[in-house]
C-alpha cells in the first residue's frame, strides 16, 4: 500500500525537516508529491553543499535548526542517531509544547528526547525504512508521553506519502527495528547470495539479477494482494518431488530459518543497546 493517493493541498501545519540525507529527502520529495505546498515545508542541513543541492531541486527554503523550531508547527527529526544529542542542545531552549516533535533516529526513545526538551513538548518515534525513497515504505509510529491522537494523526499524514503506515507501542519498536527497518538489507542480502547463485548455475549476471528481482517483486505483490498466507503460496509452487522441495529440504539442512530468527533477535538486541545509550 503506497501512499500515492494521501493529498496534503489543503495542510495547514508548515513542517520542517531537520536533516537532509536520504530518508529526509525522501520525506521531502513525498510531502511535495502528495501536494504539500512548498512554502510550508522547511529544510536544514549541516552541510552547505547538500543543502544548496535541496534548495535548488525542491525550491524548499533551507534555514537554521532554531529558526526552524520557532517557525514550523512540526519539526522531524532527520539526523543521524549520533548526531541527536547536538541537534537536541539547540533545540533544547527553542522549542515550545504547541509545536509537535517526531523522531525517525534509530534507538533513541520519546523519553530521551523528551528529558531534553520543556515540559509537556509532544513527541512521536517513527521507524520507517528506506523503501520511502521509492514511496513504498513500511514506517511504525508510536506516541510519547504528551502525543495525542491529534500528534499521531499529524505524523501519520507526513509519512503515508512515502507508503503504509502502523501504529504500535513504542515497548515494540526494537521489533520493528529489527524486522522492517532493517528488512531491505536482508532482502538485498538475499538478491546478492540468488544472484551469485544464478553465475554458479552458468547465467549471466545481469541475467540472473533480472530474474531475482522481478521474482522477489511479484512474489511481494501477490503476497499483498492475494491476502494467502506465505505457507499456502509456497506450498503451491512446491511440487512432490520436484525443484522446489529439494531447494527447501537444503535451506532447512543448513538451517537458513534459525539463522533468520537469530539475526533478527540480534538485530532487536542491538536497538536496545542503543537505546540505552550504548
Known sequence: MSGAGTDMRDHSDTIAVLGAGKMGEALISGLLRAGLPVEKLLITERYPKRAQE??????????????AAKTADTLVLAVKPQDMDDLLAELSSVVT???????????????????????????????????????????????????TEEHLARAEAIFRP????????????????????????????LVEAMTDAGILLGLPRAVAHDLIVQTIYGSAVMLRESGEHPVALREA??????????????????????ALLAALEAARDRSRQLAGGH
Open 237 to 258: 509452487v512446491t511440487s512432490p518431488g520436484g525443484t522446489t522441495i529439494a531447494a527447501i529440504r537444503e535451506l532447512e539442512r543448513h538451517g537458513v530459518r534459525a
Open 97 to 147: 509544547p504547541d509545536r509537535l516533535v517526531v523522531t525517525i533516529a534509530a534507538g533513541i526513545t520519546t523519553a530521551a528526547i523528551e528529558k531534553r526538551l520543556v515540559d509537556g513538548v509532544p513527541v512521536v518515534r517513527v521507524m520507517p525504512n528506506t523503501p520511502a525513497l521509492v514511496g513504498e515504505a513500511m514506517s511504525v509510529i508510536a506516541a510519547g508521553s504528551y502525543a
Open 162 to 189: 512515502v507508503g503504509k503506515v502502523l501504529r504500535l507501542p513504542e515497548s515494540q519498536l526494537d521489533a520493528v527495528t529489527a524486522l522492517s527497518g532493517s528488512g531491505p538489507a536482508y532482502v538485498f542480502y
Open 54 to 67: 535541496m534548495t535548488e531541486h525542491y525550491r524548499v527554503r533551507a534555514v537554521d535548526n532554531v529558526e
